[in-house]
Nanobody, 121 residues
């Protein structure tokens, strides 16, 4: 069984910074792609950033230059550093991981529990 546990987030004023992280645990052989999604009230969940094996990064246009995703393949943790935060970044942030378990030949996507990020104006 694989679990993703998120930490970080919280409340910050516009222009400030926050970090969120997500740790995967369980019978993990390897993690392929990590992702961060967010969902604001009344809106659909959207992709914020991804990081592939080999540390290739992909960002939603609205966060490019402000957010940085990184990964630790030894500890199986993904990080999201959020700088220059705006009120429109307010949302619940979710991490995802495409995991190959030790007893599997395929990858499965797991989700974290969600973390509230609130940016006040």
């Amino acid at each position: 069984q694989v679990q993703l546990v998120q930490s970080g987030g919280g409340l910050v004023q516009a222009g400030g910074s926050l970090d969120v992280s997500c740790a995967a645990s369980g019978s993990i052989l390897r993690v392929n792609t990590w992702g961060w999604y967010r969902q604001a009230p009344g809106q659909q969940r959207e992709l914020v950033a991804q990081i592939f094996r080999g540390a290739v990064e992909n960002y939603q246009d609205s966060v490019k230059g402000r957010f940085t995703i990184s990964r630790d393949d030894v500890l199986n943790i993904v990080y999201l550093r959020m700088n220059s935060l705006k009120p429109e970044d307010t949302a619940v942030y979710y991490c995802t991981a495409d995991v190959q378990a030790t007893d599997s030949n395929s990858y499965r996507t797991y989700w974290g529990q969600g973390t509230q990020v609130t940016v006040s104006s």
